[in-house]
Nanobody, 123 residues
C-alpha cells in the first residue's frame, strides 16, 4: 500500500500560480503512476494530469493542457502539479492518487487517494 498526503493548496488571485505537492509513503513510489484530480462543489471529480512511475510519460486533458504541468521526484517520494494562469473556475479540492493502471484517466484507475487540498482562486 501507499499513503498520500497533499499540501500546497490555498488562496490565490486569478492569473497567479500555485504548486500543490503530493507526498507518498509506503511501498516504493516509483512503481506507481500518479494522477491529479479535482472536485468542485456539486461536480464530479475530474482528472487533471497523469504521470508514469519513472516520470518519463505524462498526459493531460485538453482543458488544462498548457496551463498545468505534473512532475515527480521519486527520490523525495513526491509528485507536483504546477498550475499557472489560474482562474476562478479552478477553485476546487485537489487530490492526488496512485495506481498501477498506467496513465489512467478515470477515478477507478487509481487505488490510493490522498485527503485533498483546497485551492481557491479569487477574481
Amino acid at each position: 500500500q501507499v499513503q498520500l498526503v497533499e499540501s500546497g493548496g490555498g488562496l490565490v488571485q486569478a492569473g497567479g500560480p500555485l504548486r500543490p505537492s503530493c507526498a507518498a509513503s509506503g511501498r516504493p513510489f516509483s512503481t506507481y503512476a500518479v494522477g491529479w484530480f479535482r472536485q468542485a462543489p456539486g461536480k464530479e471529480r475530474d482528472v487533471l494530469a497523469a504521470i508514469g512511475g519513472c516520470g518519463g510519460s505524462t498526459w493531460y486533458p485538453d482543458s488544462v493542457k498548457g496551463r498545468f504541468t505534473i512532475s515527480r521526484d521519486n527520490a523525495k517520494n513526491t509528485v507536483y502539479q504546477q498550475m499557472n494562469s489560474l482562474k476562478p473556475d479552478d477553485t476546487a479540492v485537489y487530490y492526488c492518487a496512485a495506481g498501477n493502471y498506467g496513465l489512467g484517466r478515470r477515478n477507478k484507475n487509481y487505488a490510493y487517494w490522498g485527503q485533498g487540498t483546497q485551492v481557491t482562486v479569487s477574481s
